[in-house]
């Protein structure tokens, strides 16, 4: 991990976050770069995976919002079990009461874990990503704007959350 307090990690795994989401786009893609980019991690293989997880799944607003997946992709590499200890159901309970309470945080927050639902509380309608004019009026209504601010958030908390256990081992 980069030699720098908790809060410059947690603050620069928000910023991080919120400018790939704005530059970048792939809100999971984007709470993953940042955060392992904060926390000082090289893993090509999680920010691939979560390529699919943008504005809920595939681009269809129906699902988990994609910062939250993609935090609970970065707390599953850092307090996951890996393939050795699949049979071992108590070993991944830490990256299981992380990953709920990322979860609690959004619904607190937002109200709802599902993008659209999220979009919805945001922006005041949801938009189909893969209609033209659609997506024209989801970056006219400021969108990127409100997607980087939860992409930041959750990447935010996650990093907080992981730097708290790491502190407490």
Known sequence: MPDKNQAETVEEAQ?????????????????????????????????????????GIGLTGDGSCGALTGGCMVI???????????????????????????????????GSCRCYDIQEKLMGRTYNMYDPQELQEAFKSGMMDHCSGVVGRSAEKTAEMILREKHQA
């Open 15 to 55: 910023r991080l976050a919120a400018e790939y989401e704005r530059k970048c786009t792939g809100c999971a893609q984007s709470v993953v770069a940042g955060l392992l980019d904060a926390l000082g991690m090289e893993e090509e293989g999680v920010f691939k995976a979560a390529s699919g997880l943008a504005d």
């Open 76 to 110: 599953g590499l850092v307090y996951g079990r890996e393939r050795k200890d699949h049979e071992d159901m108590m070993k991944p309970m830490k990256s299981y009461l992380m990953s709920k309470e990322l979860l609690e945080d959004f619904v607190a927050r937002y």
